[in-house]
C-alpha cells in the first residue's frame, strides 16, 4: 500500500473528531492546539542529532514538505508509513 493510499483515509477539514455541534471558536482553539502539539513533536524529532535516526528525520522532512502548514496531517502520515515501514 502506498502512502498516498494511506492519507486518503487521513479526514478533511471539518475534523471528525469534533462533533458538529460545537461552536466555531472552540473548534479552532481545539484543531490549533492539536497542530501546535504535532509541531512540537515534530521541531523535537528534527532537532535530534542522533545519526541513527536520520533516515526518519529525512522522511519526516519530507511528510512535512507534503503538508505546509498542516503539521498534524504531516505527524500521521510520517507515523502511518512507519508502522507499516513504508519508505517515503
Do not use: H, Y
Not at 31 to 39: G, K, N, P, V, Y
Amino acid at each position: 500500500m502506498t502512502v498516498e493510499r494511506l492519507v486518503q483515509s487521513v479526514p478533511p477539514v471539518p475534523e471528525p473528531w469534533i462533533p458538529s455541534d460545537t461552536p466555531e471558536e472552540i473548534r479552532q482553539f481545539a484543531i490549533e492546539s492539536l497542530r501546535w502539539q504535532a509541531q512540537e513533536i515534530i521541531d523535537e524529532q528534527l532537532s535530534s542529532t542522533d545519526p541513527a535516526e536520520e533516515l526518519s528525520r529525512a522522511r519526516l522532512r519530507q511528510c512535512v514538505a507534503r503538508n505546509p502548514g498542516r503539521p498534524e496531517k504531516a505527524l500521521l502520515e510520517q507515523l502511518m508509513a512507519s508502522e507499516d515501514g513504508l519508505d517515503l
